[in-house]
């Protein structure tokens, strides 16, 4: 995850890991 946008549409897709990312 390189682009804040890519963060975004993995959190949607991985909201467990979103924690992780975000």
């Given at each position: 995850v390189?682009?804040q946008?890519?963060?975004?549409a ?12 975000a």
């Open positions: 390189n682009s946008n890519d963060a975004r993995f959190w949607v897709q991985e909201p467990e890991k979103g924690e992780l990312v």
